[in-house]
């Protein structure tokens, strides 16, 4: 399974935001269940992609 264009494009911006901060990118992983992109910045921002490219970020 692979992300959609969408996800991609949502997850660039997210990794350059990430880099400008001089945060690691720690984990990235797609939930085939409710394929959903996690992302896991530093030790603490918690980023959901979804499919349509909306984000969310704990």
Not at 8 to 37: G, T, W
């Amino acid at each position: 399974m692979e992300p959609t264009s969408a996800q991609l494009k949502a997850f660039y911006r997210r990794c350059v935001a990430a880099s400008n901060l001089m945060q690691p990118i720690n984990v990235v992983r797609l939930d085939e269940r409710n394929k959903r992109l996690f992302v896991l910045i530093g030790d603490t921002i918690e980023v959901e992609i979804f499919p349509n490219g909306e984000v969310f970020i704990k």
